[in-house]
């Protein structure tokens, strides 16, 4: 079945920098992928979406480079905040079915 | 209303006990969700209904039995619960099938 790798697993960057998290699926069918945020003891949050015809998506600080010959689709948070500090899912879905597959999450903490 | 929100937000309850979760929309979405999280993991796909009709049961043990009376709400009835059923337990919706899901802010579940 689909698989979604996810790396890293955790992620410390300094305010301003910039955070990279990437991720590997398996069902070359995949063709929706979303990205959530969730804070702690919150619900996971779409911050940013990118579909199969697309190969970059652009949202402010936000985001979504998509590769699929190599079946790979990275998020870019540029100029982090310390409020960006979450953790980040992606996950892949194909066709008209709800499955959404999701990665195993990154912990990103911005430090001031 | 652009919100999933569901009750309660806590729940305790002992394995012999029966009890619901409750998760309404009001954004004329016909696809409705449940997932289950464990700390520090992604959520899993429980059940999803589509135009009121249950369309995915992802393997769930019968002692979890969702409902979805209409449009607007879906329901989770928990009877004989185990104390490895204890999670986050988050519902989603999206305007069909395959489109954007977004998610509750979850029931935090503890089974005595």
């Known amino acids: 079945g689909e698989n979604v790798e996810q790396h890293p697993s955790t992620l410390s960057v300094q305010e301003g920098d910039s955070a990279v998290i990437k991720c590997t699926y398996s069902d070359s069918a995949s063709n929706y992928f979303p990205w959530y945020k969730q804070e702690l003891g919150k619900r996971p949050q779409l911050i940013i979406d990118?579909?199969?015809?697309?190969g970059e998506k652009k949202d402010q600080r936000i985001a979504v480079t998509l590769n699929k010959t190599a079946k790979h689709f990275s998020l870019h948070i540029t100029e982090t905040q310390p409020e960006d500090s979450a953790v980040y899912f992606c996950a892949a879905s194909k066709g008209n079915t709800d499955k959404l597959i999701f990665g195993t999450g990154t912990r990103l903490q911005v430090f001031p | 209303d652009t919100e999933v929100t569901q009750t309660p937000k806590h729940l305790v309850m002992g394995m012999t006990n029966k009890k619901s979760l409750k998760c309404e929309q009001h954004?004329?979405?016909?696809?409705m969700y449940w997932y289950k999280q464990k700390a520090k993991k992604p959520p899993e796909l429980m059940f999803v209904y589509s135009y009121e009709k249950l369309s995915i049961n992802e393997s769930v043990p019968s002692r979890f039995s969702p409902e979805c009376p209409n449009s607007s709400l879906l329901n989770l009835h928990l009877h004989a619960l185990q104390p490895e059923d204890s999670a986050l337990y988050l519902c989603?919706?999206?305007?069909?099938?395959?489109?954007?899901?977004?998610f509750g802010p979850g029931t935090r579940l503890l089974v005595l």
């Open positions: 954004m004329g979405h016909r696809a």
């Open positions: 989603a919706s999206s305007v069909t099938r395959g489109e954007t899901q977004y």
């Open positions: 990118i579909r199969s015809n697309v």
